[in-house]
């Protein structure tokens, strides 16, 4: 696991006595993994320290070589639920989530509630870190819950509110006024020149 200290040995038989060195394969070793002249490694994991290590003994004679592969364990954390729709959530499209979570290895389990204490529609379709329901209704809304479990033991949780938002009453008010202004005006200007024909036929 991530942040745990970490000894990894390496031992060798020969004659002259083998001297023995340690290697990360394709890469830079790491700072915070120190080799020892016993042939030992030792440090406190990082995530970064994932890759295969090899051990390397070697006298006059002849030389030696083992590889490890150093697998680290982290998370979950960092865990959302992102909205995959095509179009903002309305009645009657199609709502697809998908639970993000930055762990290794995969998670051991997803559980997908809708709270509070409410079970999961009946048409809702989850597939792992997904859930998909393809016509959304009124009574599919409410909160949903991602609840993320690692192989460490670790939980993680999301939240998503999925929730039809009505149009603004200020926007269909501002319409109205619009309109009954616009008929205001018109009627205003059809009297001034109604005014104005008559003045000019009574001369």
Not at 18 to 34: A, D
Request: some cysteine; proline content about 4%.
């Amino acid at each position: 696991m991530e942040e745990e200290e970490v000894v990894m040995s390496c031992r060798s038989n020969g004659h002259p006595t083998p001297t023995i060195e340690w290697e990360r394969k394709g890469e830079l070793w790491p700072k915070n993994l120190h080799r020892h002249a016993q042939g030992n490694v030792t440090g406190r994991l990082h995530r970064s320290n994932q890759g295969v290590y090899q051990c390397v003994a070697k006298n006059v004679v002849s030389e030696a070589k083992e590889e490890m592969k150093l697998e680290v364990q982290y998370g979950p954390e960092n865990t959302s639920i992102q909205s995959f729709s095509l179009q903002a959530i309305s009645f009657g499209v199609q709502l697809n989530l998908t639970c993000l979570s930055d762990m290794y290895p995969k998670a051991k389990q997803y559980i997908w509630p809708r709270i509070p204490d409410m079970a999961l529609p009946k048409e809702a379709m989850v597939t792992n870190s997904h859930l998909i329901i393809d016509k959304f209704q009124e009574h599919h809304q409410g909160i949903y819950e991602c609840r993320v479990i690692h192989h460490s033991g670790n939980t993680e949780r999301a939240f998503y509110t999925a929730s039809v938002q009505a149009e603004p009453e200020s926007k269909v008010f501002t319409q109205l006024v619009g309109a009954v202004a616009g008929s205001l005006v018109s009627g205003i200007t059809g009297g001034i020149v109604a005014g104005f024909m008559l003045a000019k036929w009574l001369k």
